[in-house]
């Protein structure tokens, strides 16, 4: 999770005219904190069509991702606040801010990790250990991408579906998170799928099931691989 | 045990009638398709349910709970929905339609500017899909927000409700949902709240009655 904030120093406000000077050298004139930002995806906002458009991709990126980013460091911010002055009840009171928009941001930055354009590097089968994997915990790639569809329809509400593996035994797994609660605790997220409306409403409408068989032509099997033998 | 049949009630008025604070695309779909999926998937949840009573099957009944309760609701905040909402051109949209409940409102809130401020901020506060509904119950008028399709049946009476549900507004105002709340103000019914305020919570339900 920690990946997930890129450490920027913030200079104290009445030193910005400094800030040219190195930084070793104002150790003791500023602080570093970790600010969530906004990552870049590794492919354009319209290569993944047709299964996903541009439009919503850059909607999805640029707009939603981003108020998750934002409202990560809002409640990040207020905690500290709150922190320095002793006020525990005010910093509490920020948790379902924090569980919302930093789940949202990890979810996203996980999502656009575990999708690739078809044919280059998305679509297709998993391969080696990671299928060996699927076919003894499912039966099947088929049975995996089945129960994985079962799982998105059955979301009453917003939420993702993901691939999970279990940090104990290995066993893979397929859960659900309603709204953006991470996936945290013994289960490692390997594949996760946005089942909010807003990742496919511009382009399947009220046809979600469309939108789940379609986006199996643009996972990425090499990430979903990485994660798993991590 | 024989089991009512539910259906999808017909607009009080046109797809296009909201425009332009709601698009008739939007209505059409959410009518049509969404509405429609909700009553179609609540009375197979219920015919279910009837066959698991009727065989005695209690862990068939309780695993179907969830499904009454999700579709159940969706038939029953869409329902409420519809009624709550009138074209901006006609007298119902105009809050003077409802002077008993816009008083009781003046002095809960202070205005109904003030009120709307506070719904607006319930409204804009929901994480994930949700409504929000102004309710009126023993103690007075409140604002509650519930998620997913959770109805409004504690006892509480809905007054009226506002989906925010991506569905509801993603087609026109894409992530802008604080636009589409400003403008769902225009095409409140409040001729509607006003008679669901001097009502109690069966008339406000009474047109949800299933048909045999
Ligand atoms: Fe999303």
Redesign the pocket.
Known sequence: MSALFRTAPALRAGLRASAAKPIAAMASTTFVRGKATLPDLAYDYGALEPYINGTIMEL?HSK?HQTYVNGLNSAVEAIEEAKAKNDLATAAAQAPLLNFHGGGHIN?TLFWENLAPNGKGGGGEPEGKLLTAINEDFGSFDALKKQTNAALAGIQGSGWAWLVKDKTSGTLGVVTRLNQDPVTGNLEPLLGI?A?E??YYLQYQNRKAEYFSAIWEVVNWGTVAKRFEK | MSVGTYSLPALPYAYDALEPSISAQIMELHHSKHHQTYVTNLNNAIKTYASAVSSNDIAGQIALQAAIKFNGGGHINHSLFWENLSPASSPDADPSSAPLLIAEINKVWGSLDGFKAAFTKTLLGLQGSGWGWLVKDAQGLRIVSTKDQDPIVGGEVPIFGVDMWEHAYYLQYLNGKAAYVENIWKVINWKTAETRFQGGAADAFKVLKASI
């Open positions: 999805h939603h996203h946005d909010w807003h990742a």
